[in-house]
């Protein structure tokens, strides 16, 4: 069964520090990869997805992943941390188009004035 | 906002008791996904309806269903409550089985006193 590991259940950055979270895979078959971001009482938007093409794959508010397939990664980077980025962020795999999300544990982002 | 609707947005109910949960998916949307998300399981994907039938089945206890009605809206009943199923339950729509994005609603948050 495929799994996804998130290194760091907390991470905490300065204003304007670079972002980096960690995402790890564990599959002989590269699947589909996603970042979600989950505000407090909200629910998961969005930021990005890898399926096919270019492995360095941009989003939206300024993140960017690059899939590595040889270190089975899917880290999520953003160079310039803003106080609004403060987050839970959730990689996600899936194995076709339509399927099912299996999602890693999340990392709470904290962002420091 | 997503256009993925949920209600009801909080529910409080004691052991033993059944509740439904309510999804409207954004208007096109075929597939349904459910997904609990706690403290201890983390996010986890309970079950997938396209255009009406089940697709695929994940960590679903028995005590709970679901169903899509014709108007492609769902629903997921959950019976015979325990304090354990206290969580967030989420649903997710998407286009159809060629889609990768899945369009996440805000939640219902599930108390069980």
């Known amino acids: 069964a495929q799994s996804v590991t998130q290194l760091g259940s907390h991470v905490s950055v300065s204003e304007g520090a670079l972002v980096l979270l960690r995402c790890n895979y564990s599959?002989?078959?590269?699947?589909?990869l996603f970042w979600y971001v989950q505000y407090p009482n909200q629910g998961l938007q969005l930021l990005l997805k890898?399926?096919?093409?270019?492995?360095l794959v941009k989003g939206i508010n300024g993140f960017e992943a690059e899939f590595k397939k040889s270190e089975t990664s899917f880290h999520l980077t953003k160079p310039s941390a803003h106080m609004s980025d403060a987050a839970e962020y959730f990689c996600?795999?899936?194995?076709?188009?339509?399927?099912?999300?299996?999602f890693g544990g999340g990392t709470r982002l904290m962002v420091k004035p | 906002d997503s256009g993925v609707t949920q209600t009801p947005k909080h529910l409080i109910t004691a052991t033993g008791q059944r509740v439904t949960l309510r999804c409207s998916p954004r208007?096109?949307?075929?597939?349904v996904y459910w997904y609990q998300q706690s403290l201890d399981q983390g996010l986890q994907f309970l079950i997938q309806?396209?255009?009406?039938?089940?697709?695929a089945k994940g960590n679903i206890l028995e005590r709970f269903s679901a169903q899509q009605f014709p108007d492609l809206h769902s629903e997921l009943n959950l019976s015979s409550l325990e304090l354990g199923d206290s969580a967030l339950y989420f649903c997710?729509?998407?286009?159809?089985?060629?889609?990768?994005?899945?369009?996440f609603g805000p939640g219902t948050r599930l108390t069980v006193t």
């Open positions: 890898y399926t096919t093409g270019a492995t």
């Open positions: 309806y396209y255009n009406g039938e089940e697709r």
């Open positions: 997710a729509g998407s286009p159809g089985q060629s889609s990768y994005e899945q369009y």
């Open positions: 208007s096109g949307d075929l597939s």
């Open positions: 996600a795999v899936s194995y076709n188009a339509g399927n099912m999300l299996t």
């Open positions: 599959s002989s078959v590269p699947p589909y």
